[in-house]
């Protein structure tokens, strides 16, 4: 399923293959959260060179629901996405909403943030649901805890994380769909290495690694996203869930690992916020209201070959859905080209030249 092509340093390039097609890592994945990436059609995605898009249990469970997608075929016929999709457990989810959830050992019961209706996740209809819409990638249901957190937190959440996943493996039937681990521990190294032991022993065909960007600096995030990467198996892939910058991608990149996903360049193209690389632009700055440069000279997407900052500036200031649409894929654009740059760079052993000189720029 998973080969590792190539390595300079910790930084690791692969292919993963899935039911839907090859992934090339390391890769970043947007997010569609309810089974679309926010103003994105599938033909964008496939022209930004999107090797795989990310989905949510949590949102899809409570709308559409399974039965509307099993009636479509599947998510990938539902979405018009020939592609892999990745689908996370929800736990993260069901964590932010904080008051209305109950968690005991056997799932845990949580109230809608739609309608407030009752519902109730468990590892095994967890994984039921991600087998059922025909994900590509399943995520084990966990405990993702805020940080800081006390220690019985922590131990609590990694307790539970270990033994639904235990649950979540014996609950698998469909092999087309792929099971990931998720390790746990907060900034723990202790813990982190418990989890990750106790995972490991389940022999998942690949591991990700949450309870990160919920709290802790960015320095303590890179240090325990390293320490925790060399816990796991060299032969599968690992993935870091929640990063999105070019600063938090190149780190994650040099510390070993391979998957990546997160809100941040959709939510920064719908606000105004150009990725470059020469750092971020804020398009609403005066400034941009007759610069006539392409939003990155040195990027070749449409966005950029066919319209000015000037322009896009004006989308914005008058409202205009299309401005966040055209940032939305440049920024898209821009992540794919830099992963797909790092894997040059790695297969090359130019690694570290290549590294520095994006921390440089952007």
Known sequence: MFELLARDGDARRGRLQLAHGVVETPCFMPVGTAGTVKGLAPGELVEAQSQIVLANTY??????????????????????WERPILTDSGGFQVYSLESRREVDDDGVTFRSHIDGSEHRFTPENVVEFQEAIGSDVAMVLDVCVKLPARPHELEESVRLTTLWAQRSVAARKAPATVLFGIVQGGLDPALRERSARELVALDFPGYAIGGLSVGETREQMYATARVTASMLPKDKPRYLMGVGTVRDLLEAIDAGLDLFDCVYPTRCGRNGRAMTHDGELNLFNAAFTRDFAPVDPRCDCDTCTTFSRAYLSHLFRSKEMLGPRLLSYHNVYLVNALMREARAAIEAREWTNFRARWRTSA
Do not use: K
């Open 59 to 80: 949102h899809l469970w409570l709308r559409p629901g399974l039965e509307t997608i099993e009636g479509a075929g599947g998510l990938h016929a539902f979405m018009a």
